[in-house]
C-alpha cells in the first residue's frame, strides 16, 4: 500500500494504518532524533511525542503527498521540547566528561571522535541545521521552511556549524600528521 | 552547482555511520500504548464561511463596543444538576458517576461531560459541564452550538491556554510558515492579570477593562473582547493551502494546537480567565449580534454548570 492511502486512512481514523504506517518511519524518525539529540533515551521519548502528535493532528495535514515534511516539522518540535526539558535537568547534574580520542591510533577512529566532541559540543539548533542539510539532503531553503526560521538564518547557522566540523577536521589532519612525524 | 567538499563528504559519511541504528522494538510498543489513550483532533475550527453579512459589514468603520454588565458574566454557580454530584472516582453506574471525556467531534446527547484539554499548562485538570441537546464536542477541548461558531449567529464555548499574544492579531505568520502559530509576539507572565491586562491593552481590537469574576470557586478575570467588523480576513496571514486568512487573539504553547480564531466579523468573545491552583486556563465563549437569545442562555448555563478539578 502506498503512504498516500495509509495517510488518508489514517487521517479518516484508521488506527491500522496508522500502525503501518508509524512502523515504517519510526526508524527514520529515530536516527535523526538521536543524531540532534545525542542520547538515546531523549530520542526515544522525542519519537514517542512525536508520533503521538501525528496521529492526534493528522486531520490538520491538507496534502497527504507531504507527510514526510510535515512529519519531520512535529518531530523538530518535540526534539526542541526534549531538549528543553534536558536543559532544566541538565543544570541540576554533574556533567562527566571523557576523552575517547585517548588510546586510538587510527586515523578514522580519531576522524570519527574528532567530529563526535564538535558536534557534541553544537547548540541544538546548529546540530539540527546539519543533521537537515548534510543526513536528509534538505537544500537550505527546505531546512530552512522545515525548521520555521528565514533562509538567511538558517545559511548562518549552516555555515557557522560546518566550519566547526570541518575545522575539527583540519585539527585532527594536523594531529595525525604530528603523530606520523613524530613515529 | 556545488560539488561537496572532502570534508563535507566525511561530515555526510560520519552522520550516515552515527545513524547506523533502528528503533528499539520498545519503542513502537510504548507508542502504541500511548497512542490507545489518544483520540483524533481537528487544530482549529472552521474558516469564515462567505457570507452576505460581511459585505453589509464592510462599509461599517465604527467599532461598537458591547460592555454586557458584570453581573451577567457573574452569575451565581449552580450544582443544581440534580443527580450530578461532584467529580469523585467510583465504579457506580448511578447518576453520580464521573462523567466521561466527551468525544472528539460529534453531536451530544443532553447530559453531563467531561474534558481534559491541557496537557502543557495543566496536566490532569479536568472540566465538567452539562449541555443541551443539540450541542457538538470539538477536538476534546470545545463545544459547538446548533447553529456553529461562525457569524452571524453562532456560538461555542472553548478550554484553552494562552501563551502569548499577538500585538497584530491578523498578521500572525511571522516566519511565513503557514502552520499553527505558536508564538506571539508579546511575552506574557503567568498571572491571570498578565493576560487579562495584556489582552486589555492591546487596540487592534476592543474590549471591556478585566473584571473579577470566578468559576467553580476558582478566582480570576472576566472581560469580552470584540474583534474588527469590518471583513479583513483577506488581509490576514492564511494556513497553507488556505483561501482566506485568520485572526488570532493569542497563540498557545499547549501541544495540540488547541486554540480559537476569531470566527467572523464582529465577533463577540467573553473570556474567564482563571487561576486554579496556581494553573491560568480561559474559558471562552463566542457570540455574534445575531446570536439568538436562546441560543446564548444555554451557553451561559453550560458555563454556570462548569465544575474543574485541577
Given at each position: 500500500m502506498q503512504q498516500s492511502e495509509l495517510v488518508q486512512r489514517a487521517r479518516a481514523g484508521d488506527r491500522d494504518a496508522f500502525d503501518l504506517l508509524m512502523t515504517s518511519v519510526v526508524d527514520h524518525l529515530y536516527r535523526i532524533a538521536r543524531l540532534i539529540l545525542r542520547d538515546t533515551d531523549r530520542a526515544e521519548d522525542a519519537v514517542q511525542e512525536a508520533l503521538v502528535r501525528c496521529w492526534r493532528d493528522l486531520r490538520t495535514l491538507r496534502d497527504p503527498d507531504r507527510f514526510d515534511a510535515w512529519l519531520n516539522r512535529l518531530l523538530l518540535r518535540s526534539i526542541a521540547d526534549e531538549a528543553r526539558r534536558q536543559r532544566r535537568f541538565s543544570a541540576s547534574v554533574t556533567v562527566l566528561t571523557f576523552?575517547?580520542?585517548?588510546?586510538?591510533?587510527?586515523a578514522a577512529v580519531a576522524d570519527r571522535d574528532q567530529l563526535a566532541r564538535v558536534f557534541d559540543r553544537l547548540s541544538l539548533e546548529h546540530r539540527t541545521i546539519v543533521v537537515l542539510h548534510h543526513y536528509l539532503g534538505y537544500t537550505v531553503e527546505d531546512a530552512a521552511a522545515t525548521i520555521g526560521i528565514p533562509v538567511g538564518t538558517a545559511k548562518s547557522r549552516l555555515h557557522y556549524a560546518t566550519d566547526a566540523l570541518r575545522a575539527a577536521l583540519d585539527a585532527d589532519a594536523r594531529l595525525s600528521s604530528t603523530k606520523q612525524a613524530m613515529a | 552547482m556545488t560539488l561537496p567538499t572532502n570534508a563535507d563528504l566525511r561530515i555526510n559519511a560520519w552522520l550516515e555511520e552515527e545513524a547506523r541504528d533502528g528503533a528499539p522494538p520498545r519503542l513502537l510498543d510504548a507508542t502504541r500504548a500511548r497512542l490507545e489513550r489518544t483520540n483524533q483532533r481537528r487544530a482549529a475550527w472552521p474558516a469564515w464561511r462567505p457570507s452576505p453579512m460581511n459585505i453589509r459589514l464592510a462599509v461599517v468603520t465604527a467599532v461598537v463596543l458591547i460592555a454586557l454588565a458584570g453581573g451577567f458574566l457573574l452569575l451565581p454557580k449552580q450544582n443544581g444538576q440534580g443527580a450530578i454530584a461532584s467529580p469523585s472516582p467510583t465504579a457506580s453506574s448511578t447518576p453520580t458517576q464521573t462523567p466521561s471525556l466527551a468525544p472528539d467531534q460529534a453531536p451530544l446527547q443532553a447530559g453531563r461531560y467531561a474534558f481534559a484539554p491541557f496537557d502543557t499548562n495543566a496536566p490532569g485538570l479536568r472540566v465538567e459541564f452539562t449541555v443541551p441537546s443539540g450541542w457538538s464536542s470539538f477536538g476534546g477541548f470545545a463545544l459547538i452550538s446548533p447553529r456553529g461558531t461562525t457569524d452571524p449567529n453562532g456560538s461555542g464555548i472553548g478550554f484553552l491556554a494562552a501563551s502569548t499574544v499577538f500585538s497584530d492579531p491578523c498578521h500572525w505568520d511571522t516566519n511565513g510558515t503557514g502552520g499553527n502559530p505558536h508564538v506571539g509576539d508579546l511575552t506574557i507572565g503567568p498571572a491571570v492579570a498578565d493576560l487579562a491586562n495584556a489582552l486589555a491593552s492591546q487596540t487592534e481590537y476592543t474590549s471591556t477593562a478585566p473584571t473579577d469574576t470566578s468559576i467553580d470557586g476558582y478566582l480570576g478575570k472576566t472581560m469580552e473582547i470584540q474583534s474588527p467588523t469590518i471583513d479583513i480576513r483577506a488581509t490576514c496571514d492564511k494556513f497553507t493551502g488556505q483561501t482566506d486568512g485568520t485572526y488570532w487573539l493569542w497563540a498557545t504553547n499547549e501541544s495540540c494546537n488547541c486554540n480559537i480564531y476569531v470566527q467572523g466579523p464582529g465577533e463577540r468573545r467573553r473570556l474567564w480567565i482563571l487561576d486554579v491552583e496556581g494553573k491560568r486556563i480561559v474559558v471562552f465563549n463566542n457570540y455574534f449580534p445575531g446570536t439568538s437569545a436562546a441560543d446564548r442562555s444555554e451557553a451561559q448555563a453550560i458555563i454556570d454548570s462548569i465544575t474543574i478539578s485541577p
Amino acid at each position: 500500500m502506498q503512504q498516500s492511502e495509509l495517510v488518508q486512512r489514517a487521517r479518516a481514523g484508521d488506527r491500522d494504518a496508522f500502525d503501518l504506517l508509524m512502523t515504517s518511519v519510526v526508524d527514520h524518525l529515530y536516527r535523526i532524533a538521536r543524531l540532534i539529540l545525542r542520547d538515546t533515551d531523549r530520542a526515544e521519548d522525542a519519537v514517542q511525542e512525536a508520533l503521538v502528535r501525528c496521529w492526534r493532528d493528522l486531520r490538520t495535514l491538507r496534502d497527504p503527498d507531504r507527510f514526510d515534511a510535515w512529519l519531520n516539522r512535529l518531530l523538530l518540535r518535540s526534539i526542541a521540547d526534549e531538549a528543553r526539558r534536558q536543559r532544566r535537568f541538565s543544570a541540576s547534574v554533574t556533567v562527566l566528561t571523557f576523552d575517547p580520542s585517548e588510546g586510538d591510533d587510527t586515523a578514522a577512529v580519531a576522524d570519527r571522535d574528532q567530529l563526535a566532541r564538535v558536534f557534541d559540543r553544537l547548540s541544538l539548533e546548529h546540530r539540527t541545521i546539519v543533521v537537515l542539510h548534510h543526513y536528509l539532503g534538505y537544500t537550505v531553503e527546505d531546512a530552512a521552511a522545515t525548521i520555521g526560521i528565514p533562509v538567511g538564518t538558517a545559511k548562518s547557522r549552516l555555515h557557522y556549524a560546518t566550519d566547526a566540523l570541518r575545522a575539527a577536521l583540519d585539527a585532527d589532519a594536523r594531529l595525525s600528521s604530528t603523530k606520523q612525524a613524530m613515529a | 552547482m556545488t560539488l561537496p567538499t572532502n570534508a563535507d563528504l566525511r561530515i555526510n559519511a560520519w552522520l550516515e555511520e552515527e545513524a547506523r541504528d533502528g528503533a528499539p522494538p520498545r519503542l513502537l510498543d510504548a507508542t502504541r500504548a500511548r497512542l490507545e489513550r489518544t483520540n483524533q483532533r481537528r487544530a482549529a475550527w472552521p474558516a469564515w464561511r462567505p457570507s452576505p453579512m460581511n459585505i453589509r459589514l464592510a462599509v461599517v468603520t465604527a467599532v461598537v463596543l458591547i460592555a454586557l454588565a458584570g453581573g451577567f458574566l457573574l452569575l451565581p454557580k449552580q450544582n443544581g444538576q440534580g443527580a450530578i454530584a461532584s467529580p469523585s472516582p467510583t465504579a457506580s453506574s448511578t447518576p453520580t458517576q464521573t462523567p466521561s471525556l466527551a468525544p472528539d467531534q460529534a453531536p451530544l446527547q443532553a447530559g453531563r461531560y467531561a474534558f481534559a484539554p491541557f496537557d502543557t499548562n495543566a496536566p490532569g485538570l479536568r472540566v465538567e459541564f452539562t449541555v443541551p441537546s443539540g450541542w457538538s464536542s470539538f477536538g476534546g477541548f470545545a463545544l459547538i452550538s446548533p447553529r456553529g461558531t461562525t457569524d452571524p449567529n453562532g456560538s461555542g464555548i472553548g478550554f484553552l491556554a494562552a501563551s502569548t499574544v499577538f500585538s497584530d492579531p491578523c498578521h500572525w505568520d511571522t516566519n511565513g510558515t503557514g502552520g499553527n502559530p505558536h508564538v506571539g509576539d508579546l511575552t506574557i507572565g503567568p498571572a491571570v492579570a498578565d493576560l487579562a491586562n495584556a489582552l486589555a491593552s492591546q487596540t487592534e481590537y476592543t474590549s471591556t477593562a478585566p473584571t473579577d469574576t470566578s468559576i467553580d470557586g476558582y478566582l480570576g478575570k472576566t472581560m469580552e473582547i470584540q474583534s474588527p467588523t469590518i471583513d479583513i480576513r483577506a488581509t490576514c496571514d492564511k494556513f497553507t493551502g488556505q483561501t482566506d486568512g485568520t485572526y488570532w487573539l493569542w497563540a498557545t504553547n499547549e501541544s495540540c494546537n488547541c486554540n480559537i480564531y476569531v470566527q467572523g466579523p464582529g465577533e463577540r468573545r467573553r473570556l474567564w480567565i482563571l487561576d486554579v491552583e496556581g494553573k491560568r486556563i480561559v474559558v471562552f465563549n463566542n457570540y455574534f449580534p445575531g446570536t439568538s437569545a436562546a441560543d446564548r442562555s444555554e451557553a451561559q448555563a453550560i458555563i454556570d454548570s462548569i465544575t474543574i478539578s485541577p
